[in-house]
């Protein structure tokens, strides 16, 4: 009992070293944002000497190049349609796959499963073409749409309902419910937590999206805030520390947010995305 | 069963929305850069005719400047999954142990702030590194040159192998979580009587793990090494932010490089060649990782404990797994693109 609980407590202390230096890169981002430049410069210390805002007031400020705020609001819009579009499209389409007897089911599951395998890089600038083509670059639509054509959310709430008894549904549809009720009344409240995983995974997919934001934005005033933050990070803030870990921040709080109170169906996201 | 011919198609228009967004956002872009890719196709004015194999010819030309750009990049990037790779699965490996031999309250803590990091952007991992490792003001070089343990700054980010070294710890501290937590979950599916009957016979700890923890979980660690290596193959953020491809272009990545003659080149028709046979490279190192580990299996004899498992196995007739699902062979770590 004894060494059991003396292994316990260095296994408890090895946990928590290692959580410090996990932590440590953000909490450091957090402190630095609060220093002032020539100390963020300077500084060996974790915490700043003198406290400042100024570098949350010059992100903001209307003279600098950074559009904090726009690209806020450019984030919620993106991501929130984005979402409940992905969520709409793959919980229809896997409830018709699982359930119905739909014509071509088959092709329909074999593109579903093939299409997880190809890498991403092959469509993606032929994808930005076709948005230059019909003059879509730098609109809300090449930041929202493209995200609805992934297959792993098909994939994950078809096996969730493949594993879900068909007794309810059946009752229901015995006491003279539509498919469109059984759908609303009875799917839907049954693959809540799927759906909910679904959704955090999606959104911070989109939200911390990078690579096909740059692509298809040109102007400051439609970029997302891992976009804009990245061209700050490039520019004016290359030599600023302060400023841009206050800018990465701002980017960054919201993401931490949902993740921690998600966390449980995040953690079960990834989970579902594996295999035995 | 409820179905009539006219429900049959009824149903259908569940799938429709589903469909038409998979053909133009997939299918159609993915048929339209292999028509591309065999075109001299220009960003700016567009199509320039038919050249049929030309562009991947040229890719494949050596000392040409694509062959230059593809197979340096093509280097690099192989370089970053043999750099990035083994810490990525074996530190995982590691951590996920270290939480489930924790005490059951903490768990639940360690593997959050274990995860935490996997949550933001690859913006903010590159500023946050940029900074830690900056060459002049840079944290770590502050700490160093006050402990008086360097005399001069070290160029972290300019300088080989530092700029790689930058690049992996940034990468690992970022997605390691995602490993963990697949490790974590594998490990609570090991059936405990499985440890039982070991400890009965007196196996030690390390037999414990190579004969039964490992067995077990073979299967996720297949996929986590696969999952793995296609996100190292796509690295992008890390290296545009933290070294700019530097230096001397030795981290220049693939998706970069196709970037570049995209976009600098002004060249879609090599460009998308370039990232069509970078598709079919993944694909190949996919599938040979694949084969390679499932013919492993099949030459090994049966273990005795792999009998007694499946006898558990056949008389557990508890609820169905929803867990149980064949690969999927995408995660978020994909974003990156």
């Known amino acids: ?276 | 069963m409820h179905m009539s011919n006219r429900s049959k198609w009824f149903g259908f228009i569940f799938v429709v929305p589903f469909l038409i967004s998979f053909l133009v956002f997939w299918l159609t872009p993915l048929l339209y850069g292999v028509w591309i890719s065999l075109h001299d196709f220009r960003l700016s004015v567009g199509n320039n005719g038919f050249i049929g194999l030309k562009n991947y010819v040229d890719i494949l030309t050596p000392d040409t400047l694509y062959y230059n750009t593809f197979v340096n990049a093509l280097k690099n990037t192989l370089m970053f999954i043999v750099l990035s790779v083994p810490p990525l699965v074996l530190i995982s490996l590691a951590l996920a142990l270290l939480i489930e031999h924790l005490p059951k309250k903490l768990k639940t803590f360690f593997r959050t702030v274990f995860f935490l990091s996997y949550s933001i952007s690859v913006t903010a991992v590159s500023a946050i590194y940029l900074w830690l490792f900056g060459a002049n003001g840079g944290f770590i070089n502050n700490l160093l040159l006050k402990a008086k343990m360097i005399e001069a700054p070290i160029n972290w980010t300019g300088d080989q192998p530092y700029a790689w070294l930058v690049i992996v710890i940034a990468t690992v501290w970022w997605t390691i979580g995602f490993n963990m937590l697949l490790f974590v979950n594998a490990l609570d599916e090991v059936d405990g009587a499985l440890y039982e009957a070991a400890d009965l016979d007196g196996a030690s700890a390390w037999h414990k793990f190579r004969f039964i923890t490992l067995p077990e979980i073979r299967n996720i660690s297949i996929f986590v090494m696969i999952t793995t290596v296609i996100a190292s193959f796509n690295l992008y953020g890390q290296s545009l932010l933290i070294t700019r491809g530097g230096p001397a272009q030795s981290t220049t990545s693939l998706i970069m490089g196709i970037n570049t003659t995209v976009f600098g080149n002004n060249q879609l028709g090599v460009g998308s060649a370039m990232a069509l046979l970078m598709g079919i490279i993944m694909m190949v190192i996919t599938g040979v990782q694949y084969f390679a580990s499932y013919r492993s299996e099949k030459e090994e004899a049966p273990r005795p404990l792999e009998e007694k498992k499946r006898f558990k196995r056949a008389i557990n007739l508890g609820p169905t797994n929803v867990n149980q699902q064949p690969a999927a062979t995408t995660d978020k770590k994909e974003r990156e693109l």
Do not use: C, H
């Open chain 1, 1 to 276: 009992m004894r060494q059991k609980r003396t292994k316990s407590i260095i296994l408890v202390t090895v946990a928590s070293l290692l959580a410090v230096l996990f932590i440590f890169p953000l909490v450091w981002m957090v402190f630095t944002s609060f220093k002032t430049l020539s100390e963020s410069l300077a500084s060996a210390s974790l915490l700043p000497r003198e406290w400042t805002l100024a570098n949350y007031a010059s992100i903001f400020s209307a003279s600098a190049d950074s559009n904090m705020v726009q690209w806020t609001i450019n984030t919620a819009i993106v991501t929130l349609i984005g979402t409940a579009l992905v969520i709409f499209v793959d919980v229809l389409a896997a409830y018709a796959l699982a359930r119905l007897n739909i014509p071509g089911k088959k092709v329909i599951l074999g593109i579903v499963v093939v299409a997880l395998t190809v890498p991403g890089i092959v469509t993606l600038f032929p994808a930005f073409y076709l948005f230059k083509s019909v003059d879509l670059l730098d609109t809300y639509a090449p930041l929202i749409l493209p995200y609805s054509a992934g297959t792993l959310g098909v994939f994950l709430i078809y096996n969730f309902l493949r594993s879900f008894p068909k007794e309810l549904e059946e009752a229901a549809y015995l006491d003279g419910a539509s498919q469109w009720q059984v759908l609303t009344q009875v799917i839907f409240p049954s693959i809540k937590p799927v759906v909910t995983t679904l959704g955090v995974v999606t959104f911070l997919a989109i939200y911390n999206d990078f690579l096909w934001p740059s692509l298809v934005t040109n102007s400051d005033e439609m970029k997302t805030l891992t976009l804009g933050v990245a061209t700050l990070v490039q520019g004016s803030n290359f030599v600023n520390p302060a400023a841009m870990m206050a800018s990465t921040v701002v980017a960054t709080v919201p993401a931490l947010l949902i993740f921690l109170w998600a966390n449980k169906y995040f953690v079960k996201g990834v989970t579902n995305s594996g295999i035995k």
